[in-house]
């Protein structure tokens, strides 16, 4: 089976594993503040918080800018589940805003239209979350613009696209956000096997995070609401959770940031290559990149052909060794959100794409006869 993704793992990324299982520091050593400044200084960010997964840098992130019982965020139906997730985890309300059939990515022209309605209504989101979808960033100086003139805060969903660029920005910068957040889950660009991390340039949102990340823990005497009478006395100063990343992982995490630029580069031929051979197929490529670069984590075709089924052809590809999958069922319709009153039909466009969409195989170590393999079969899946 030619698997959707894969991780790539070099002999340094082992030698930088075993070094700290012969260390002194199995976790809360000195690696994990190390890889905190690699990534924020690739990206250009002033600081990074790293956790245990892209699921709790999101969860922490949206406690740190104060998102709980009564507010509301807002994101795109076409993520993974935890987008959404994060704000219900805070007590908070989640909507959804359509996407562009295009990019996929959030609309900035339902996000403009949802405004409009939701400044009537005298229901503003708290917090909006767009997601750059396949690694392919949003528009946003776009959203960020709406955001402010609305007074709200934006998390960007940096899951799929640490090493994507804009203009002159790196996704993780934080120009027009308040906080990004990457996943280095094994099938992403980097990975640290599992774990996350919150990017921001803001000192105090990074405290925040911080004592969110560890148990609310507060061990700066600097900081205390009263004066220690040791050097032993920690204060629990929130109600934090064991979000820690380990050093194990952070070194992977390191040693693999090192090659982090030929990870992206890799992916991009590939996508490319794919661009033109599947150019005489019956499926919706994605969206020409204008001024910016895709990390490319996914690469997603729509069928295009009344003939088949996306069933039909996922259920063909994996008879023949294709690893396809489906990147996403829309949130909205998942049963734990149908009871909240979401239903089928209420965002079209989303619908539409999960209707017909398909990930094809795409990771550094695929080779050329395996993607020969997957156009081919792909085109034989389709005929």
Not at 87 to 103: H, K, L, Q, T
Not at 225 to 253: H, K, S
Not at 257 to 274: C, H, N, P, S
């Amino acid at each position: 089976m030619i698997p959707y993704g894969r991780q790539d793992i070099a002999q340094e990324d082992v030698d930088a594993v075993e070094a700290v299982l012969r260390s002194d520091f199995l976790t809360q050593g000195p690696a994990v503040p190390a890889f905190e400044k690699a990534v924020a200084e690739h990206v250009g960010a002033r600081h990074g918080v790293a956790v245990n997964s892209a699921t709790s840098a999101l969860h922490i992130a949206c406690l740190a800018l104060g998102l709980g019982p009564g507010d509301l965020l807002w994101t795109v139906p076409i993520t993974f589940l935890a987008s959404a997730n994060c704000a219900r985890y805070c007590g908070a309300d989640v909507e959804f805003v359509d996407i562009d059939p295009a990019s996929r990515n959030m609309s900035v022209e339902r996000l403009a239209e949802k405004f409009e309605a939701a400044a009537k209504a005298g229901r503003l989101p708290k917090i909006v979350m767009p997601v750059h979808f396949t690694g392919r960033p949003c528009d946003m100086p776009a959203i960020r613009a709406l955001c402010q003139r609305y007074g709200c805060f934006v998390i960007e969903d940096a899951s799929h696209a640490v090493g994507a660029r804009y203009g002159a920005h790196r996704i993780g910068d934080c120009a027009h956000s308040d906080i990004t957040v990457f996943s280095f889950h094994p099938v992403k660009i980097v990975t640290s096997a599992e774990g996350g991390m919150a990017m921001t340039n803001d000192a105090e949102l990074a405290r925040r995070m911080q004592l969110y990340r560890s148990h609310g823990m507060e061990r700066d005497p600097a900081r205390f609401t009263e004066p220690p009478e040791g050097d032993w006395i920690y204060e629990m100063q929130v109600l934090g959770f064991n979000y820690r990343m380990t050093d194990m992982q952070a070194a992977l995490g390191l040693s693999q940031m090192k090659r982090i630029d030929g990870f992206v580069a890799t992916r991009d031929r590939l996508a490319r290559r794919y661009d033109d051979a599947l150019a005489a197929l019956p499926v919706i490529r994605p969206a020409p990149l204008d001024g910016m670069t895709s990390a490319w984590h996914l690469y997603v075709v729509e069928i295009d052909t009344p003939r088949k089924t996306r069933a039909e052809v996922h259920a063909t590809l994996r008879g023949a060794g294709i690893g396809v999958a489906v990147h996403y069922i829309p949130v909205h319709v998942q049963p734990y959100y149908r009871a909240l009153g979401f239903r089928q039909g209420d965002f079209p466009a989303s619908e539409r794409y999960y209707a017909r969409t398909l990930s094809l195989p795409l990771f550094p170590g695929l080779t050329s006869a395996q993607q020969d393999k997957v156009v081919d079969e792909l085109g034989r899946a389709l005929a």
